[in-house]
């Protein structure tokens, strides 16, 4: 996927570009820092500013901030969005937390997400190997046992990162 974050709109595309122009790939534990400036911009401009036109816009804020490392505030936001997207950020936050059983439920709550199969084909160009459909649990198990600086954990990395940018997209468009 060609992520550009100019496609969200100029407010967006600033927030990101304070860390990587959505291109970063974030930790597969959160250190929960928070970026303090990202924060600030994400607050005062809220969903209603940056995401008017979005098909999920409390959810595509959640996304937002966990990019940013603002885990609290992607999990308060997350976790009151009774849709399969927020389900969906809800769990990823708990797969960074890292807590696999939680993020295990709320990936059953997500179900069958329609970023699947571009996921699946994101992590099978990475090289991380997948069966014939995409499985969450899977990859909570494999971001699990992934070693600190291996190849397991760049793949996991990256195909978190594909996640991140095709679940955002999805969220964000209208």
Same mark, same amino acid.
Request: net charge negative; glycine share 8%.
């Given at each position: ?80 969005? @009774?849709?399969? #997207?927020? =389900?969906?950020?809800? /769990?990823? %936050?708990? $797969?960074? +937390? ?49 070693? @600190?600086?291996? #190849?397991? =954990?760049?793949?996991? /990395?990256? %195909?978190? $990162?594909? +996640? ?11």
């Amino acid at each position: 996927m060609l992520f550009d974050p100019r496609a969200y709109g100029d407010a967006v595309a600033a927030i990101l570009h304070l860390d990587g122009d959505g291109q970063r790939l974030m930790p597969l534990v959160s250190s929960r820092a928070g970026r303090g400036e990202a924060l600030r911009s994400i607050g005062e401009a809220g969903a209603g500013k940056l995401f008017a036109h979005s098909r999920a816009p409390e959810a595509v804020m959640a996304g937002l901030y966990l990019y940013c490392d603002c885990w609290n505030e992607a999990h308060e936001t997350a976790q009151d969005i @009774a849709t399969p #997207e927020g =389900a969906y950020w809800h /769990a990823i %936050v708990h $797969r960074q +937390e890292p807590d696999a059983a939680n993020a295990g439920y709320w990936f059953r709550q997500t179900g069958a997400h329609a970023i699947f199969p571009a996921l699946r084909e994101a992590a099978l160009a990475i090289g991380l190997p997948v069966g014939t459909r995409w499985d969450s649990q899977s990859f909570v198990e494999t971001c699990e046992r992934a070693p @600190a600086g291996s #190849e397991l =954990a760049r793949q996991a /990395a990256e %195909v978190q $990162r594909a +996640e991140w940018q095709l679940l955002f997209d999805y969220c964000a468009r209208p």
